[in-house]
């Protein structure tokens, strides 16, 4: 069976290339009481866009996968 850590990773890279077009990335962090905590890198780490980057693409991409994932967090 494929694990929820390996979906989360196929989610991500889903839409990392997006993100690295514009000179940033995303890091898992951690999955735990069915929170998803990454870290912005690069140009996504100190854009003003970068909640919509979130929502919009990065949340969707994983509950799409995962639909058991409540939240998806930034963290520093």
Known sequence: MVSTESKIEEA???IRPFLQQDGGDVEFISYQNKVVSLRLLGACSTC??????MKAG?????????????????IE
């Open 48 to 53: 003003n866009i970068s909640h919509l980057t």
């Open 58 to 74: 990065i949340e969707e991409s994983i509950k799409k996968l995962l639909p058991e994932v409540e939240s998806v967090l930034a």
């Open 12 to 14: 991500l890279n889903s």
